[in-house]
């Protein structure tokens, strides 16, 4: 088994939020639903109402000047002071759901770097100094800032459970600020069209306790495995003389340390066999999902940037060998 999904049940509706930005933004959405029910049922009441009164056979009243009256306090009341008070307390709860929201990382947040690509995620821990691809654990409790930028077009950042959208730009880093206060995996996606693969360009974000958070950023800190087994050691071998090489780093060998990090290419590999997908949600991560994959990335994967791999049998089997033990 070189990986499973991960089995906890998880949260993706904004109005289940599980820390404090997104909990503000659902207040807000409760908060005009209300609203605009109760100014629903009041406009509903009042038109019940008054064709109830005006039937048919009911003889009109002469428009007096009492009723002129009457009518002109309806439509001021309820065309100008309802809609006006609606906006006014909305405007007020928004700009106090913002002010939950901070724009700049707080004090003793952790810093995540993320890079949007077609159509994968790029993360990096700068604190920790490790990159991963397509998963982001953070620690329960504590503020995490996410600095956004992208490598090509716009992409869009949205943990629905955590926080609103904000849009990862080619010229410039936006910060997102969240926290999760429980638990859970949320499962998050791309959310700016983006190009043919825009709906498959998912990222696992996982939150849990401050001490399996440290033993996950522990696990990424670590180069890739040491490959076991000869049909492994030669895997490494054939990844490195490959076009593989070219755009894939593994932390560890040799080509990694002549990697420049600015010029990512594609997802780094170090850990794959520990993440749950392939191709940014397209597929489980299993050997023959990994097998098709490199074999065929478009058949898996359509426009997708990857080349499929030209391999002789054996070399491809020494590939797969290698990546499933790198955990
Ligand atoms: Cu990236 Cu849509």
Redesign the pocket.
Known sequence: MVGTRAVAEPRAGSLDPAGPVAAAAADVWWLMLGLGAFAFTVFAVALAVGLRRHTPSAEPSPPGSDGRERTSRWIIGGGVILPLVVVLVVFAATVDALREMPTEAPEGALVVEVT?HQ?WWEVRYPDAGFTTANEVHLPVGRDVAFRLTSADVI?SFWVPALAGKMDLLPDGTNVLVLRADEAGTYPSR?A???GLQ?AA?ELTVVAEPEADFDEWVATRRRPGAEPAGTAAVRGREVFLDSACASCHTIAGTSEADAADEDAVEGPVLTHLADRPTLGAGAVDNTPGELAAWITDPHAVKSGVAMPAAELTHADRADLLAYLAELR
Do not use: K, T
């Open positions: 949007g159509w992409h791309c700016e069209f983006c825009h360009m």
